[in-house]
Nanobody
């Protein structure tokens, strides 16, 4: 069984930055995909940025140029650096592995 532990959410003013981390532990044989989704109140969960199975990245158009995904394979950890945050980035951010393993979520609130 794989466990995901997320950290790094919080309250930030518009234009600010946050860095999210997600560490995977447990019965890890191999990880195919790993990345971040988010869900705002009243909206469906959506992809933010993920490392796909071939190592390429998929990044939502709404965050391109502002968010950067990176990873440390040795630590089974993925990061999401979020810059130039906007109020519309406010959501619960979820780490995801292989499309079906989810973290508990971390709240990101962008507000003045």
């Amino acid at each position: 069984q794989v466990q995901l532990v997320e950290s790094g959410g919080g309250l930030v003013q518009p234009g600010g930055s946050l860095r999210l981390s997600c560490a995977a532990s447990g019965s890890i044989v191999s990880i195919s995909t790993m990345g971040w989704y988010r869900q705002a109140p009243g909206k469906q969960r959506e992809l933010v940025a993920v490392f796909a199975s071939r190592g390429n990245t998929n990044i939502a158009d709404s965050v391109k140029g502002r968010f950067t995904i990176s990873r440390d394979n040795a630590k089974n950890t993925v990061y999401l650096q979020m810059n130039s945050l906007k109020p519309e980035d406010t959501a619960v951010y979820y780490c995801n592995v292989d499309g079906w393993i989810w973290g508990q979520g971390t709240q990101v609130t962008v507000s003045s």
